[in-house]
Structures are given as C-alpha cells and as structure tokens.
C-alpha cells in the first residue's frame, strides 16, 4: 500500500535559527517588543518604504501564534525567503497565543496601511470584527494554516484532519490495535487543532483495544509540552504511545523520554512533518514512527505567494490547500505493508521522501499560479 507523492525533488537545508517571541498576551501591547524586524522595518514598528534589495513592491503584516514554536519560526522563514524574492517588505509579530492581542496586531497593521496581513487565527469566531475592520479600510486578510470563512478573509490552509487520522491510524496499526495512550492538544478554539483532535478521535474509535489515558493542551507552547510530557511519564507505569499534534515540541520529546530509558515503550506520534523530527526517525534513540507533512516551509512560502496575488489584484480562491502527506519510519511502514489499514487517502513517504517534499517548496508552487 506504500505509494510516493509527485514532487520535484530538490534537497535544500533547513534553517534552524530561531526568532525570539516576544508577545506577553497583554491587552494592548502593540509596542516595538512585538515587533520582529525581519525586513525593512522600522524600530518604531512603522511601514517603510523600501527594503534592502531596493523599493518595495508593499507591505505585507505578518503574525504568528508563537514564536517560540519552531514550526512557526520556519514558517517566518520561508515567508521571508519568498517575500525577498518578490520585492516585499514583511513585518513580523507574535500574538503570544493572545486573541486580545492578535486583535490590536491587527488593528495596528490597519492604522500601518498595509497591503495584505496574513494571521494564524487564535480563533476564528474572536477575529471576525478584526477581519472587517480590514476588509472596509481596502486591506485583504489571509488565514495562515487554517480553513476560516469570517465573510472578511482568505485562507492557506493544510487538511489537519485527514493528515493526523491517517498518523493515528498508523499508530494503532503498530500497536496492533491494543495499548494505553496519551493524547497532546495544541489549542483548543483553533482550528488546526481542532481538526486534528477530531482526527485522533475518530481514528481511535475504530481501534477499541486503544485505551486514551489522558488528553491535555500545551497551547502550541514547546515549554507547556515538555511539563505536561513530564508529568505523564511520572503519572503512567506504561504508556504505548504519546500523540503529540505539533512538531515544535516532539524533538523536545524524544529527548525527554530518552533520558527517562522508555524509548523502547512508548511510540511517539507527531505532527507538521519538520526537519528537526524527519532526520532523527530510522535512527537509534528515536522512538518516532509517524508524522503527518505539512511543512511549516511550504505553508509560509505559498502564503506569501497568494498575498502577492491579492496585491497585484488577481483572483484567488477562497481558500487554497496545501497537499498533506504521512510519513513513517521504516518499521511502521512494514507494518502498515502487512496491514489491512485502509490509507489510500493520503500518500505515505519514508522519513527521506519526506524531507524532500518538505525542502522543496520553492519549486514546489513556483508556478502556482502561472496558469
């Protein structure tokens, strides 16, 4: 059942610097500590002219839930990659997981005279005020990661569903259907990670033999994720597998169950198919045996390519999906070979194929939208 997506396959290197978020969740706080000077940005936190390479082409506002969270840090990055190659200026924030705040980044990128602002919606129901407050001063909104419709908004979105029911299936599948569990939300009211708990869910319920010992949020926050991981492995004799939805806290994980020598135990199940996670699966420590691919790469670039349109006043779709893949490590994929698990819903990679898909996502939408 092993089947390989179509992809152009060009290794690139993972930049694993990580920007400082700065966001305290305090109402108001629009002030220079949450403002990431990526380009051409000024230390009052106002719209420049220019960038480095020359005049810019538009402003495009940009904010993270978190930037602590390294899958929101390459998503940065990406964005800035392609940002920088079509000549826009891209002023960087971190909300802090705050809606109260995501709502005055906004309003201020409002005030700003922006040109497009993409947000990742802490929740989408809290934002749509804030979306048409943009939409009545001429300035398009973009959903980063999530499928939202406030009337007032476009979207760049992953399948969260479908990509973490097919790793829950492979999970059960190498369990061989029986185990105890543990389940870690990324933020409950978002709906990435609501999608994916629904996921989960309706995956586990075909497998009764998988007994769920906890569930709990660490609010897309590696820190919250490690403390809540400690307290399980603390809690639980015997956990068979720990289900965690973001890959900005499963390195963090490997290494803590490691240390704890239940490597061997406990199956760790992780989410956004990231370098950090995908280059240790196959080796010996790593007790990784499935991911679903988003690549945060993938989606900051392609976002950034949809603004772009937007400002050059073309049509777009409403909401323009990035593919999702499901990757595993060489033991789970001889596992689901022999299985009778139906996953032909989404293509299923080696942790290489993997790696390829995700560091190729410059060309992967370089002609996106050339048709």
Not at 110 to 129: R, S, T
Not at 251 to 262: H, N, V, Y
Request: net charge negative; proline share 1%.
């Amino acid at each position: 059942m092993k089947k390989r997506i179509v992809a152009f396959l060009v290794c690139a290197a993972m930049i694993g610097s990580l920007l400082a978020g700065c966001g305290n969740g305090e109402k108001g706080n629009t002030s220079d500590s949450t403002v990431e000077n990526v380009s051409g940005t000024s230390e009052q936190g106002e719209k420049d002219d220019s960038t480095a390479s020359g005049e810019s082409k538009g402003t495009i506002g940009w904010i993270m839930i978190n930037l602590t969270n390294s899958f929101y840090v390459s998503a940065v990055e990406a964005a800035q990659k392609a940002a920088d190659e079509l000549g826009y200026e891209l002023i960087v924030r971190d909300c802090g997981g705050s809606l109260e705040t995501e709502i005055d980044m906004i309003e201020n990128f409002i005030e700003m005279d922006v040109d497009v602002i993409c947000a990742d919606f802490v929740n989408a129901e809290g934002l749509a005020d804030a979306c048409k407050k943009a939409d009545d001063a001429g300035i398009k909104m973009i959903s980063l990661f999530n499928s939202i419709d406030t009337g007032y908004n476009y979207s760049v979105a992953y399948d969260h569903y479908t990509g973490f029911k097919a790793a829950t299936i492979a999970a059960c599948e190498a369990l061989e259907g029986e185990g105890q569990v543990v389940y870690m939300h990324g933020g409950i009211g978002n709906w990435a990670g609501d999608e994916r708990t629904r996921g989960f869910e309706d995956a586990v319920a075909d497998y009764p033999g998988i007994e769920v010992l906890s569930t709990q949020s660490c609010n897309w926050d590696p820190a919250t994720g490690v403390s809540i991981a400690q307290t399980w492995l603390t809690q639980y004799d015997h956990i068979d597998a720990m289900f965690c939805m973001t890959d900005g806290v499963t390195p963090s994980l490997i290494e803590l169950i490691a240390d704890a020598g239940r490597t061997d135990e406990i199956l760790l199940v992780g989410n956004d198919g990231e370098a950090p996670v995908l280059e240790q699966m196959n080796t010996e420590g790593c007790n990784v045996g499935a991911d679903a691919l988003l690549s945060s790469l993938r989606g900051g670039y392609l976002a950034v390519l949809c603004a772009d349109q937007l400002i050059q006043g073309n049509e777009i779709e409403k909401t323009t999906w990035i593919p999702v893949s499901l990757v595993v490590s060489d033991k789970v994929m001889e596992v689901l070979e022999n299985s009778d698990a139906d996953l032909s819903f989404i293509d299923v990679l080696t942790a290489e194929e993997g790696l390829e898909v995700a560091n190729n996502y410059q060309n992967e939408f370089k002609d996106y939208f050339s048709e």
